[in-house]
């Protein structure tokens, strides 16, 4: 079964999640490293659908200037 892919709001909502987790006086060393994993594969996919986005809307704001 495929994973489905996380939108960037539920990437950024398990990111503040893992980032409390972090922060909490109890996070073991071992948890410490799995949630600093798990933090970079979720930045790298909100880079990915933020210049995915900027460069949708560049193309948008061309288009939008070319038939003027």
């Known amino acids: 079964m495929e994973q489905q892919e996380l939108t ?4 950024v ?4 999640e893992l980032v409390k987790k ?15 994993k798990r933090s970079k594969e979720l ?3 909100c880079r990915q659908k933020l210049t995915a986005t900027d460069e ?4 948008i704001l061309q288009d939008i ?3 003027s």
């Open 56 to 59: 949708a809307l560049k193309t």
């Open 8 to 11: 960037y709001t539920q990437a």
């Open 65 to 67: 200037e070319s038939q």
């Open 43 to 45: 930045l790298e996919l």
């Open 13 to 16: 909502t398990e990111l503040e």
């Open 22 to 36: 972090m922060q909490d006086t109890e996070c073991s060393i071992d948890n410490l490293s799995a949630y600093t």
